[in-house]
């Protein structure tokens, strides 16, 4: 939000560290008491009581149990498309299924339901159907256990790929939430602080939620999570009650990093300005859309834009593997982005909001480029296709090579499914200015056998041999290696 290394936030983080970064839970510091208060001002109404976590995921932990224990209830459902954090709880809120597939079973907490989303683009319901999605949620609050604790949804799903809603589906998931007394819990860990042209997501749609989530950009850098509450959930007792002790919780440290975020928010009008840099790029990328096909949608408010990048504008099929070779070429050219959605489409486009007009200029110019890219892309496959010759899992395996969207793919007939133990790609993402390359062959999670132990495998002749552990890589610790674009090793 406020660009990497921001001096001002440098220049807090470094006074804080030189007097008192970190203090037992059990105290309080001046700075983070500064920091709550200054934040319960920025919430929505009613979001007095702040608490300041070590992540996006904790916060959105510390909601839901929070929401277990003020209702008395268990369940809690979330959107199809939602992504909510890495964590076994907040894992299982998760609705985009690849996510959840990691572990064995794709095991979920079992009182923890998706329902479909109201996705303008793509509604799983069908077009124009946000109707349908708000009834879906109906029913599913008042079907399961009839126990459902909260619903939490993020306003406009960023790693979905930047999926939006109708505005009249909020009104009906905030009256629905309400007239059952489920609490709303809203995700806003991409979309707050400014991103979106206000302060919150929330503020254009006219959302007003029990519990707000807020995270990643709000510390610059520095790890931070963000819950705030109603008041008059948080009471006493449960304030005294050791239900959320987290050592890197309410930190001074963290709280430094979040006053400076602050002030540069405020003192460089960055609300609006994410609302002019948006809509100069909307446009832009509406203009772009009328050279290239393959541009399905542009959509999300304020900075905070995805272009769809789609094979055939009337089936909106993701365009998949070209987005997969398109990274690689964006990253070349000097353009550190990210294609996000199941599909691996949409790319992502949320450059610091400081950045300067200049720059800028530069990035929608890389954007051409990459979409000119991408169609050309296009072009070849649908010409392969025409003589049939895509050769068998190619598509997947780009896929799989670039992110998120190896989840959405159709595998071909016969393809074997990728590897258990490739490196999660989607970690990829938290890299700033580097991109992380899998360790060729390094399997992190296979144990070296035990010496003269050894995997029987049959050479052409049909003999059985042994494969050694002495053959096995040399690189048996995960030791991720930080590429930059230029191929260079950004670490010794
Ligand atoms: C919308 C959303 N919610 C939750 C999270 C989890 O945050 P963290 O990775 O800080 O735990 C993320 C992180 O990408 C996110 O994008």
Redesign the pocket.
Known sequence: MVGHSNPQVAEAVARQMATLPTTNILHQSDTLIAYCSRLAGLMPEGLTKVAVLA????A?EAAIKLAMRVTGRTEVLSLHGA????SLA?MSLAGIASDRSWLPGAVRWPTFRQVPNADTYRNPLGDGAWEASARALSSALDGGYRQVAAFVM?IVQ??NGHVLFPPGYYDAVQRACRERGVLLIV?E??TGMARCGATWACDLFGVKPDMLVA??ALGAGVPI?VLAARADLVDDAIESEPWNILTFMNQPLAAAAGLAVLDVVEQQDLANRARALGSRATEHFRQLSDRFEVIGDVRGPGLFVGIDYVRDLRTKEPATSACADAWVFAAQRGLLCQFGGIGGNVLKFKPPLTTPDEDFGRMLDLVDEVTEFIADRGRESRRRDDRGADPPGDRQRRCCAQGRGRGAVRRDKGERAPQRHQPVPSLRRCIPGAVLAPVPSANHSRQRPAPGAGDADRDRGGRVRRRLASAAPPHSVCRPRLVRPDGRDALP
């Open positions: 992540g996006g995921g904790d959105i992504y909510h954090g890495m907040t993020e960023g790693p995700d860990i991409q995270g990643k999570g």
